[in-house]
């Protein structure tokens, strides 16, 4: 669909799992963050809630989407499962942080700290740091990737921006469950609740079962303690009030009252988390 000057994509919202108002909120997080993120907006189509997303690739000229599935199949000389999106032990930190880290380093300007040194691999660790923060569970092998252009200069590759976070925030619970986990009822709180989810991305090619999303932001900058402090500061200047006033932008008519009050208490719990980590956790 056309939507100003650009091309966008509408993605129908199912009924009752939040998707339109979890991918709007976390992308205006990651922006908060000065993490390169999809414009994505709330939007209807006959009637129908979802959001609209803005195509970033430019294929006018020349420029193609490469998926992280692509990536990995050279990576792993064409033996890797690229049709399989799940319980996928190859898609893991080594891999993607051996093929990020093979393309040149350049200045990538960070906004408020200004530019900034960094491979593809720095930079992919802000989208795990958004993803640690939101509890995106859904980073999976065709949830990042690098857009390539087709020059006769050989334009170098270049990160695609973060995109697809709508496995966040809670928003698969219904309102009843995040009134008791926040209540703290029985065995259920936001700390147990935090901890359980998985991402789809693994520690190495042997582990069972992939790592929760702040696992793999502390295992991807574990050989990156300035890297890691760059994000965690960056993180430390945006207080809980920026959040919460992300979130009551979003129209009542979108997300309840309790689903407000989970994604606040969520992204305040994982921000605690993130800042008591240190640069050599």
Avoid at 9 to 17: E, I, Q, T, V, W
Avoid at 80 to 98: D, L, M
Avoid at 114 to 143: K, M
Avoid at 233 to 258: H, N, Q, W
């Amino acid at each position: 669909m056309a939507h100003g000057h650009r091309r966008w994509l509408f993605k129908y919202n199912r009924p009752g799992h939040g998707e339109d108002w979890s991918e709007k909120i976390a992308a205006e997080i990651g922006r908060l963050l000065a993490i390169e993120c999809a414009n994505v907006d709330l939007a209807r189509c006959a009637g129908k809630p979802g959001v609209i997303a803005q195509n970033f690739v430019d294929g006018g000229a020349g420029e193609r989407l490469v998926h992280g599935n692509e990536l990995l199949s050279g990576h792993y000389g064409g033996s890797y499962p690229t049709s399989q999106a799940y319980k996928v032990s190859q898609h893991c930190i080594p891999a993607i942080r051996e093929i990020l880290s093979g393309y040149p380093a350049h200045e990538y300007q960070g906004g408020r700290d200004g530019g900034v040194v960094a491979t593809l691999w720095h930079r992919f660790a802000g989208y795990l740091l958004l993803d640690a923060l939101i509890g995106n569970t859904d980073r999976h092998h065709e949830n990042w990737g690098l857009i390539t252009r087709a020059t006769p200069s050989g334009a170098p590759a270049t990160l695609a921006p973060s995109f697809d976070h709508a496995s966040s925030l809670g928003r698969e619970l219904s309102d009843a469950d995040r009134r008791e986990i926040l209540a703290g009822s029985g065995n259920r709180d936001v700390e147990r609740y935090a901890k359980k989810g998985r991402s789809k991305i693994y520690l190495n090619t042997e582990s069972a079962k992939p790592l929760t999303p702040l696992e793999v932001f502390v295992n991807a900058t574990a050989e990156l303690p300035d890297f890691r402090r760059f994000w965690l500061e960056r993180l430390a200047a945006i207080d809980e009030a920026s959040f919460a006033a992300i979130i009551g932008r979003v129209p009542e008519s979108r997300i309840s009252t309790d689903a407000r009050r989970f994604a606040s208490a969520l992204l305040v719990y994982n921000r605690h988390r993130l800042l008591s980590l240190g640069p050599d956790y």
